[in-house]
Structure formats: structure tokens, C-alpha cells
């Protein structure tokens, strides 16, 4: 069985920092792309960024210059660093990989196949 983990995030104040964590088990996806979408209330999921499995990566122009996404092939992980929180980035983060051996990255959700239950990120003003 696939499963996505996220772990991390929390609470912090504008400016500050997080780091949040995906952690896959149940198959490999060291050939596919892997993302983070974020979803706030009353708002439809949005894409964050993504990184093929080779390292391209594609930002959301938001976050662009703050956001870093990085992957450890080998233990099947997949990490991003938010630097310079702001309110509007308070959402629930969610991790999402695609199919085996689609390894372009995409900014459509519909393009991820699997995804983990969400973590929640709070950015106070």
C-alpha cells in the first residue's frame, strides 16, 4: 500500500521559518516527479512547487526566492523549506507523487497520483 507522510509545519509568526517533510513507503519514487500543493479555506488547492527526479524544479511565482523544495531519492523523501512566511502562505500543505515513471513535473493536481492526508501550516501577521 502507497502511502505519503508529511510531517513538520506548525505554527509561526511573518517572517519566520518552517520545514515540512514527506516521507513515502509502500513503492519507490525515485523515477517520479514529486509536489506540493496547499490548500487554504474556501480555496481551491493550488500548486507550491515541484521537482522531477532528476532535480528540475518548477515554482509557484509566490513563493519563488523563498520556498526550496529538495528530494533524497534514496530514502524516499521529499522536503521544503519556507523561508519568509507570510500570512497568505497559511494553508494545509499537501504532498502528492506521480505515477511511476512520469518524471516531468506539472502544476495540474490531477497529474499526481498519489497523495499524503496534509499538514497545517499557520503564518501569524
Known amino acids: 500500500q502507497v502511502q505519503l507522510v508529511e510531517s513538520g509545519g506548525g505554527s509561526v509568526q511573518a517572517g519566520g521559518s518552517l520545514r515540512v517533510s514527506c516521507s513515502a513507503s509502500?513503492?519507490?519514487?525515485?523515477?517520479?516527479?514529486m509536489g506540493w500543493f496547499r490548500q487554504a479555506p474556501g480555496k481551491e488547492r493550488e500548486f507550491v512547487v515541484a521537482?522531477?527526479?532528476?532535480?528540475?524544479?518548477q515554482y509557484a511565482d509566490s513563493v519563488k526566492g523563498r520556498f526550496t523544495i529538495s528530494r533524497d531519492n534514496n530514502k524516499n523523501t521529499m522536503s521544503l523549506q519556507m523561508n519568509s512566511l507570510k500570512p497568505e502562505d497559511t494553508a494545509v500543505y499537501y504532498c502528492?507523487?506521480?505515477?511511476?515513471?512520469?518524471?516531468?513535473?506539472?502544476?495540474?493536481?490531477?497529474?499526481?497520483?498519489?497523495w499524503g492526508q496534509g499538514t497545517q501550516v499557520t503564518v501569524s501577521s
Open positions: 509502500g513503492r519507490t519514487f525515485s523515477n517520479s516527479a
Open positions: 502528492a507523487a506521480r505515477f511511476p515513471g512520469y518524471s516531468l513535473v506539472t502544476v495540474r493536481p490531477d497529474g499526481y497520483a498519489y
Open positions: 521537482i522531477s527526479w532528476s532535480g528540475n524544479t
